[in-house]
């Protein structure tokens, strides 16, 4: 096996033996940047010299026994992820030289560990997106099939983790922007209870909504890295002051006594038929296991679209009116006043689907409308919180597919905003109520991947990692590899 292939617990138990050093596995993880990120253009940014030197760093500490498991890893952050020092653009001509003078709290995290940062990752422009095909750069190819998307907007993270550019990353999820990658990419990612990962130092899109989690090559890693970035910052008003739970104890191979529901709704109008079957011999996967399975109605999940794409772009409006074009970013400069400099760095500095979001979240902010969109969006968003609670009452986790199609070709909905937004239509429930999702692979379809996504109540990823770990040593889906 190469060293970039490897997993963070192989790699862990490699460098603790001091079969390898982390220099030996970094060099391997930037080599192998080099020679595949051409073809499906997955980072921003490569830090070559930093990672070498964090892990020099990271075998001194080896040397003294002061190690984690992510002591030496190789980790790629998504570019929306404040990095000190080190660019971060959101994929925007906006922040295009925009370098942070702070850390993440996620990335203290990852660097008290002694984790190695070996780049930073491509996605849709602020997040907003569901293929990567809005990145003011260029877009990111599916490594499984390069005409078409690996989703979005965590693409970047998802494919540098399918590609074994990285050993994990980091990406944030809005309304499915970790999980609707990674089902589409064929790895695993974990979308935390919102609070659980602290949102410091992400730069928001919407802030009632957003939240950080771990892209990986199998569940336990999920569960490795899901124990260094969960817990409470005072940075972050936010962020729950919940005990953070050793995640690894909740890998447990079977599944008796464990209660599943399949929501009838998640199997929507237009669902590809290769995924529903790919999704239903999945389910009967978890019954082997023990799991007792039962149909179940989420009926108000079909509102969560409309709620979604009134309270996201409305919380948008209000973050993105920071970029004016006066204390950092982008500035147009051939103006003839201060207004007109103003319009035309938010005209040229922001994309199409950024402009458009921010134009229906003024719109619905605005006197006379806000009671009619934002308000009524919020009580239906309630209720939404209130039926999952009830169907967790029973169920200890929910069964879904995490995404309706395969990945599309690029282009293909470029021009059609409502289905690219309907690509996420299994995933923005979750985020609407705050709960906490997970994808693990589940088979293909023509040879591309296909997703299934397990939910849980707040804060039970451990009932997630145990289902999806379950599910993961039961089949061999997670160790295929897309030939790139």
């Known amino acids: 096996m190469n060293l970039y292939e490897l997993t963070i617990h192989e790699a862990h138990r490699l460098l603790r033996k001091r079969e390898i050093s982390s220099v030996d596995l970094t060099n391997a993880v930037l080599d192998r940047i080099g020679k595949v990120d051409e073809k499906v253009d997955a980072l921003m940014t490569v830090t070559n010299e930093l990672a070498l030197v964090q892990a020099q760093k990271a075998d001194e500490r080896f040397k003294a026994e002061d190690v984690t498991t992510l002591t030496g890893i190789p980790a790629v952050i998504k570019d929306n992820i404040c990095t000190r020092g080190i660019r971060t653009t959101c994929s925007s001509k906006m922040l295009e030289n925009f370098v942070p003078p702070y850390n993440a709290t996620v990335m203290e995290k990852l660097n008290a560990q002694g984790t190695v940062m070996v780049g930073k990752a491509n996605m849709d422009e602020f997040a907003m997106g569901s293929s990567n095909e809005n990145s003011a750069f260029y877009p990111t190819r599916n490594p499984w099939d390069m005409e078409r998307v690996p989703g979005g907007s965590s693409g970047g993270p998802s494919v540098s983790v399918a590609t074994d550019e990285t050993i994990f990353a980091l990406g944030s999820d809005t309304g499915g922007s970790i999980r609707q990658p990674a089902g589409f990419c064929s790895v695993v990612g974990l979308k935390p209870t919102y609070g659980r990962v602290s949102r410091y130092g992400l730069v928001a899109f919407a802030s009632s909504l957003d939240q950080i989690g771990p892209l990986t090559k199998d569940v336990t890693d999920a569960a490795l890295v899901l124990n260094v970035i969960a817990g409470h910052d005072t940075n972050d008003s936010t962020s729950v002051p919940e005990p953070v739970p050793d995640y690894t104890k909740s890998l447990i191979p079977d599944l008796r006594g464990i209660r599943l529901g399949v929501p009838k709704e998640y199997f929507v109008e237009g669902m590809e038929e290769g995924v529903k079957q790919t999704i239903e011999n999945a389910i009967s996967k978890l019954k082997e296991l023990g799991a007792s399975i039962e149909e179940t109605s989420l009926p108000n999940t079909k509102y969560a679209l409309s709620v979604y794409y009134i309270i996201a772009p409305s919380e948008a409006s209000a973050n993105l009116s920071r970029y004016n074009g006066v204390k950092y970013g982008f500035s147009h400069q051939d103006a003839d006043s201060m207004w007109d400099a103003m319009e035309k760095t938010r005209q040229y500095g922001f994309g199409p689907e950024v402009k458009r979001r921010i134009m229906l979240g003024t719109y619905a902010l605005s006197t006379g409308y806000y009671d009619a969109y934002y308000l009524k969006a919020q009580k239906v968003r309630t209720l939404i919180r209130q039926e999952f609670n009830q169907v967790f009452e029973k169920f200890d986790a929910l069964i879904t597919p995490t995404s309706p199609t395969v990945p599309f070709k690029i282009g293909e909905k470029m021009d059609d905003p409502m289905q690219m937004?309907?690509?996420?239509?299994?995933?923005?429930?979750?985020?609407?109520?705050?709960?906490?999702?997970?994808?693990?692979?589940?088979?293909?379809?023509?040879?591309?991947?296909?997703?299934?996504?397990?939910?849980?109540?707040?804060?039970?990823?451990?009932?997630?990692?145990?289902?999806a770990y379950a599910y993961e040593q039961a089949t061999d889906w997670h160790k295929h590899k897309p030939t790139v």
């Open 421 to 467: 937004y309907l690509a996420d239509v299994c995933t923005l429930p979750i985020n609407i109520a705050g709960i906490p999702g997970i994808t693990v692979p589940a088979g293909f379809v023509d040879g591309l991947p296909v997703g299934m996504q397990i939910l849980a109540k707040p804060f039970a990823e451990e009932t997630l990692l145990h289902v």
